[in-house]
């Protein structure tokens, strides 16, 4: 199912070289700034929201992006 919805998306890939996932890779198409930079600070659930994903999302891409809480 997930493959689908990112296919639909127009996003194939597992996975880039930077360790990226395809739905980071659309949120930076999306907003023109780099995924690390949009997750960098503020409130976890403030982001999510804004970026359209869960908030434990955003908690397990800076955990994966080595970003502190």
Do not use: C, F
């Not at 890939?13 to 930076?28: V, Y």
């Amino acid at each position: 199912m997930k493959e689908k919805v990112l296919s639909e998306m127009g996003v194939a890939e597992p996975h880039n070289r930077d360790g990226k996932t395809p739905l980071m890779l659309l949120i930076e198409s999306r907003h023109g700034q780099s995924i690390e930079l949009l997750i960098a600070s503020g409130n976890v659930r403030r982001l999510a929201k804004a970026l359209g994903v869960h908030y434990a999302t955003i908690s397990k891409w800076r955990h994966q992006l080595g970003i502190s809480d």
